[in-house]
């Protein structure tokens, strides 16, 4: 399994990449201005890794609900889904980009904020609590399996 993490964001899109053993490392975000360049390196990204499974941070609110931000993800994933033959599976990203920034320095992040390297490190952490919960998922079933 090749997947890819995607942190969207309308300026931005972080990402990551997780290999068989179950570890995710970011890749260089995409920070190109115009929109449709961001989408077009995207669908490269996605052919030239050969990738399996696309895996989306869904931003919902802090009470579950579906705010404005998950339905511009909503519409991403649904413009994904249209574009490649590769599964789409969300998964909740609450407060990944808070966790990512808060490991860099004050000084630093708002550089770094606009290198797309919060939004990569936030796509790491979204694509390893994916990875993570499969292999836990995984090997919970190997047990049912041998009793």
């Not at 997780?18 to 490392?25: F, I, N, P, Q, R």
Request: glycine share 6%; charged share 30%.
């Amino acid at each position: 399994m090749r997947c890819l993490g995607i942190d969207y964001g309308a300026r931005r899109i972080g990402l990551s990449q997780g290999d068989e053993l179950g570890v995710a490392t970011p890749l260089p975000a995409l920070v190109q201005a115009e929109p449709e360049k961001r989408w077009a390196a995207l669908l490269e990204t996605i052919k030239a890794r050969r990738i399996t499974d696309l895996v989306v941070g869904y931003p919902l609110n802090m009470d579950d609900s579906v705010g404005f931000k998950a339905q511009e993800v909503d519409a991403f994933i649904a413009r994904l889904t249209a574009a490649t033959d590769v599964p789409v599976h969300r998964i909740d990203e609450r407060l990944t980009s808070y966790e990512a920034e808060s490991s860099i320095p004050k000084v630093r992040r708002r550089d770094v904020r606009a290198s797309g390297v919060i939004d990569s490190r936030a796509a790491t952490l979204i694509l390893q609590d994916y990875l993570d919960t499969r292999i836990l998922l995984s090997s919970e079933d190997g047990e049912r399996d041998e009793t």
